[in-house]
């Protein structure tokens, strides 16, 4: 048995697509072949799995699972690329709609250019906190998108030792169903510079929720002003847009290739 799948990315932030309308698709099985298919050596190669399925009371449904097959709530990034994937699969015939995510429905919209705009619902930080790290203290704030992050503000984020932080912060206590930890750079008052170490998956070129809950953090502490803020990521750069609580981010969303893989 085989599934059709599509291949796409926003900024780096690579998923694979299954259109499971009207294709049945053994959801049971979707940690596994997230598993799988995420690996970079032996499968197609992905961040992780996302599922276009039908939904009672909006457009579409968002079902998604990280590269280690754990289940994610929410993905901005992901969530870009469905609205393209919904529409260019003939499912969704309107440029803006909604779509329902496991951390509720959030709007999407197709712009010009190949950008998509996808609302991140009520971004929140908490008060910065110091945070034992080996025999290190670091200094992070707690924030959240539809899923946790804690946002680390660096002089340079080429600098930040974003994977063995970021390794530690998953198994912290203060944090026991994991993180997504931003290692942030205040470059300007309307731009950032971030890489992201993001659980179930390990750094990642971009993290769409993760900019979101950057730019409210940077807001917070004075680095930020006005409503249109920028973060250049290692995989391009997306525009946050709002004031907060309810922010949204922009950025392209295309496809790299379809194909079809084996399900075993």
Same mark, same amino acid.
């Given at each position: 048995?085989?599934?059709?799948f599509?291949?796409?990315?926003?900024?780096?932030?690579?998923?694979?697509?299954?259109?499971?309308?009207?294709?049945?698709?053994?959801?049971?099985?979707?940690?596994?072949?997230?598993?799988?298919?995420?690996?970079?050596?032996?499968?197609?190669?992905?961040?992780?799995?996302? /599922?276009?399925?039908?939904?009672?009371?909006h457009?579409?449904?968002?079902?998604?699972?990280?590269?280690?097959?754990?289940?994610?709530?929410?993905?901005?990034?992901?969530?870009?690329?469905?609205a393209?994937?919904?529409?260019?699969?003939?499912?969704v015939?309107?440029?803006?709609?909604?779509?329902?995510t496991?951390?509720? $429905?959030?709007?999407?919209?197709?712009?010009?250019? &190949?950008r998509?705009?996808a609302?991140?619902?009520?971004?929140?930080?908490?008060? !910065?906190?110091?945070?034992?790290?080996?025999?290190?203290?670091?200094?992070?704030?707690?924030?959240?998108? &539809?899923? !946790?992050?804690?946002?680390?503000?660096? !002089?340079?984020?080429?600098?930040?030792d974003?994977?063995?932080?970021?390794?530690?912060?998953?198994?912290?206590?203060?944090f026991?169903d &994991?993180?997504?930890?931003?290692f942030?750079?205040? /470059?300007? $008052?309307?731009?950032?510079?971030?890489?992201?170490?993001?659980?179930?998956?390990?750094?990642?070129l971009?993290?769409?929720?993760?900019?979101?809950?950057?730019?409210?953090?940077?807001?917070?502490? #004075?680095?930020i002003?006005?409503?249109?803020?920028?973060?250049? /990521?290692? #995989?391009?750069?997306?525009?946050?847009?709002?004031?907060? $609580?309810?922010?949204?981010?922009?950025?392209?969303?295309?496809?790299?290739?379809?194909?079809?893989?084996?399900?075993?």
């Amino acid at each position: 048995m085989r599934a059709s799948f599509t291949k796409m990315e926003g900024c780096g932030n690579d998923y694979l697509f299954v259109d499971a309308v009207d294709a049945p698709f053994p959801v049971e099985r979707a940690p596994e072949l997230a598993r799988r298919w995420s690996d970079r050596h032996f499968g197609v190669g992905a961040d992780g799995l996302i /599922l276009l399925a039908a939904d009672p009371s909006h457009a579409a449904r968002m079902l998604m699972w990280n590269a280690d097959g754990s289940r994610g709530a929410m993905c901005g990034n992901g969530l870009r690329c469905l609205a393209r994937f919904a529409v260019d699969r003939g499912r969704v015939r309107a440029r803006a709609f909604t779509v329902a995510t496991d951390a509720g $429905p959030r709007a999407v919209e197709l712009l010009d250019g &190949g950008r998509v705009r996808a609302a991140m619902g009520d971004v929140r930080c908490a008060a !910065p906190r110091d945070v034992a790290v080996g025999d290190a203290l670091v200094r992070l704030v707690p924030g959240d998108a &539809g899923n !946790p992050h804690a946002v680390v503000f660096v !002089p340079d984020v080429e600098r930040a030792d974003v994977s063995a932080v970021g390794r530690a912060l998953q198994s912290h206590a203060a944090f026991p169903d &994991g993180v997504n930890v931003e290692f942030v750079q205040v /470059l300007g $008052p309307d731009r950032l510079r971030q890489r992201t170490f993001e659980r179930g998956s390990g750094e990642t070129l971009a993290c769409g929720t993760g900019a979101a809950v950057a730019v409210a953090a940077a807001r917070a502490a #004075g680095n930020i002003r006005g409503d249109v803020a920028h973060v250049e /990521l290692r #995989g391009g750069t997306l525009t946050v847009v709002g004031t907060g $609580p309810s922010l949204a981010i922009e950025g392209p969303a295309r496809t790299v290739f379809t194909g079809e893989i084996e399900l075993a």
